[in-house]
Structures are given as C-alpha cells and as structure tokens.
C-alpha cells in the first residue's frame, strides 16, 4: 500500500469519529505500512485536521462522562491506554464539572438501589472511577429519601 491511499483510508477513518494517534498508529500497522512511514502518515493528518490529540480527548471526556456515566478517575485511565499525555488529560478534566459527576452518581445509585446489594452497588461504582466518599454520601441520600 502506498502513503498516499493509505492516507486517504486514514482520512475516512478519522473523519467517522474522533481517533487518538494511538488509535490511528494501530490502523496503519494493520493495514500493513512500513512504520518508516507512519510518523508521515499522521504528521500530515495533523495538518489536515483529522487528528488532533485534544479534540479526541475532549470528545472521549464527554462522551464517557455523558453516555457511560464514567468519573474522572476511569476517564483517565481510558485516556492514559489511548497514550495521551498528562497535561492535555488534566487540562481537560480540569474543565469537567463537579455537578456533573455527582448528577451521574446520584443516577446510577438510584437506577441499581433496588435491584443491588450495597456492596455490589457500592463496586460497580468504584469500576466506573467514583470515590467511596461519594458513593456512601450519595446512598445514604437515596436510603433517606426513600425511607
């Protein structure tokens, strides 16, 4: 395959959904370039705009924190196997609402209260990157207000 149809695979691949470098760094190895080859590849993606490293990283933070009810603690660990760097992961997160975080815990607490054990409840959230704190504080909400 050449440079040239490889980045316009990439272009297509790219323009679907945001994509990390890593991500894109496995796609050229599958499709089978040289790796001399792929610092090129995804240079120029850079340039045109297909790929950028904050913008991905923004969009995961949103979309986990959003669609999957993740906390931040699991958000960046997802960021940190995507191989994005540390400053532009606590620069995003930094920008994530506490509100938010605790809106999606309450969620998920009273979603799961009646069909969990607490302990089980109580892990499930861990997974997802919640505190402890948290998670007992926004229980022992729902246990009052439910009576």
């Known amino acids: 395959m050449t440079?040239?149809?490889?980045?316009?695979?990439?272009?297509?691949?790219?323009?679907y959904q945001e994509r990390s470098p890593f991500n894109v760094e496995r796609k050229l190895q599958q499709i089978g370039l040289p790796r001399d080859r792929h610092e090129e590849v995804i240079a120029q993606l850079m340039e045109d705009s297909f790929l950028d490293e904050y913008r991905f990283t923004?969009?995961?933070?949103?979309?986990?924190?959003?669609q999957k009810q993740w906390a931040p603690r699991r958000i960046r660990m997802g960021l940190q196997e995507h191989k994005i760097p540390r400053v532009t992961?606590?620069?995003v997160l930094g920008q994530v609402d506490q509100h938010i975080v605790d809106t999606n815990a309450l969620y998920l607490v009273e979603r799961w209260f009646e069909s969990k054990s607490k302990e089980k409840l109580t892990a499930a959230l861990q997974r997802r990157g919640y505190d402890f704190e948290l998670i007992a504080a926004t229980y022992n909400a729902v246990m009052s207000q439910r009576g």
Do not use: F, M, V
């Open 58 to 66: 923004e969009a995961y933070t949103r979309g986990k924190l959003n």
């Open 89 to 91: 992961i606590d620069r």
């Open 3 to 15: 440079t040239s149809e490889a980045l316009q695979k990439l272009q297509r691949y790219c323009a």
